[in-house]
């Protein structure tokens, strides 16, 4: 190419030229309010949760918090049962059995966790129901917005902006009562003696709730979710989408009620948009299954409330499968849902009896790092441990340390332990052997610490005995 040729390029250019933002700018969705048969099973989805979530930690089981997460004492309460930072395990198999739950739900009925129970659509259907309360229907907080600043508006957006905030606060407030005893959080609140540090955590949920309910709302589902990115892989044919049914409902217009369909030609759909009005991710679902559809219903319960009015069937927005709108079979259990079916059931029966053999009592014995051995006063080999003893019950409880070996070894002293419900303590121990033996090095030794009460419930750690070899 000549230099001519790229003058005559770089000249043309900039007319062509023009300015890409790769940022997409967020539109504000309004959406209309909407009530119908799915909202109300939403509402019997949404409030056990958020009661559940709010009212969980009042409640004890037995002298303590039903629900607990005792970070500084490192032992987590659940109903009753205790568990220690050695039972991660358990929480690895929760969280797995959990998945797979999701999987298998997803599989079945596609985006319902989404649509019915996530924290997030649950808080932000909250905030907007606040927001609808306070500043009123969708088209009134359009006009809202759209005016200039006056004492009412002032007014309206500092009530809704104070009831989101007094929520959000509560549900910052009960997120650390799930770590702190709820009833001493909120003494130390009444009395201006608030830990900083819970605090903090208060201040950091309760700016993170009222952010992501009040202002990012469908962006979380959007941008931030994992779940909404990769849950199209556990979808199949068979799995319960939403979706329009485009040969009922095109060529789609509007009518007069009660016109006979032959004069006016059209499919069902009288392109009210009321479907559109009501998404809380602002698509249109008549351009068929989108990621951003996070199966509310709430465009069904729109849809047929239309239908009803124009005396249609209702169903054009549905749930449905792909292979019901193809007119094939639909198959309810299928291999792919069988397999998480069988490895939840599988994973669910080895936590169950993991749990039930879970021991009472924590042994742990640490053998002393300066020498192998020593000679007492005696002229007695002596070894040194560190024995660490864990009370997992919910009871104090005694305990008697005794050792087995094939060596006549006796264990100093006669260590009894008392120990209050979830208490752990560590001291030395010292093991001699009162005469020669015919023992080379040395050889195995076991500890036991034994419930005084409940002699079944022994916990038991091997170590060794060491010695000089020519001891005998
Ligand atoms: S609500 Fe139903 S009738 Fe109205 S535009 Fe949506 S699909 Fe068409
Ligand atoms: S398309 Fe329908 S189901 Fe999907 S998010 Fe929008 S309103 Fe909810």
Request: with cysteine.
């Amino acid at each position: 190419m000549q230099d001519s040729d790229l003058i005559a390029v770089s000249a043309a250019a900039p007319a062509e030229v023009s300015e890409i933002d790769l940022y997409q700018k967020r539109e504000k969705i309004y959406t209309r309010r909407m009530e119908g048969f799915f909202q109300h099973i939403r509402l019997f989805t949404g409030w056990p949760l958020l009661l559940g979530y709010f009212l969980l930690p009042w409640f004890n089981w037995g002298e303590r918090q039903a629900v607990l997460f005792d970070l500084p004492q490192r032992q987590f309460n659940i109903l009753g049962l205790t568990f220690w930072p050695q039972d991660l395990s358990l929480l690895a198999w929760i969280l797995i059995i959990s998945a797979f739950l999701l999987f298998a739900v997803t599989n079945l009925a596609g985006r319902v966790w989404c649509g019915y129970s996530c924290p997030q659509t649950v808080w932000t259907s909250i905030f907007m129901w606040v927001e609808q309360f306070v500043e009123g229907t969708r088209n009134q907080r359009i006009k809202l917005d759209a005016a200039p600043w006056s004492k009412e508006k002032v007014i309206k957006k500092l009530l809704k902006h104070g009831m989101w905030l007094g929520f959000a606060f509560l549900t910052g407030f009960t997120f650390v009562a799930y770590f702190t005893p709820a009833r001493e959080l909120a003494a130390s609140f009444l009395h201006f003696s608030v830990n900083p540090m819970a605090l903090f955590w208060i201040a950091f949920f309760t700016l993170a709730t009222y952010g992501n309910a009040g202002w990012l709302r469908e962006q979380v589902c959007l941008y931030m979710c994992p779940y909404a990115r990769f849950q199209s892989v556990m979808f199949d044919s068979n799995t319960l989408i939403i979706s329009y049914d485009k040969k009922r409902g095109e060529p789609r217009g509007s009518r007069k009620r009660n016109q006979p369909a032959s004069e006016h030609k059209l499919g069902d759909c009288i392109d009210c948009q009321l479907c559109v009005q009501v998404c809380p991710t602002g698509i249109d679902i008549r351009d068929g299954l989108q990621y951003e559809c996070i199966g509310c219903a709430l465009c069904v319960d729109a849809c047929d409330s239309i239908m009803e009015k124009m005396q249609y069937p209702k169903g054009l927005i549905s749930y449905t499968t792909e292979n019901a709108l193809a007119g094939k079979p639909v198959k309810l259990l299928r291999p792919r849902l069988l397999g998480y079916i069988l490895a939840i059931a599988i994973m669910t029966l080895a936590m169950i009896v993991n749990i039930a053999n879970r021991e009472a009592i924590e042994l742990s014995v640490l053998r002393d790092r300066q020498a192998l051995f020593y000679k007492n006063e005696a002229g007695q080999i002596e070894n040194l441990y560190t024995v660490k003893l864990a009370n997992k019950t919910q009871q104090a409880q005694s305990y008697k340390l005794s050792i087995e070996s094939e060596l006549p070894v006796v264990l100093g002293g006669n260590p009894t332990v008392q120990l209050a419900s979830g208490e752990v303590v560590s001291f030395p121990v010292k093991v001699y052997l009162p005469s020669a033996s015919a023992a080379s090095r040395g050889a195995a030794l076991t500890f036991f610490a034994t419930n005084k009460s409940n002699e079944a419930e022994v916990s038991s750690v091997e170590s060794r005995f060491l010695m000089p070899a020519n001891a005998h």
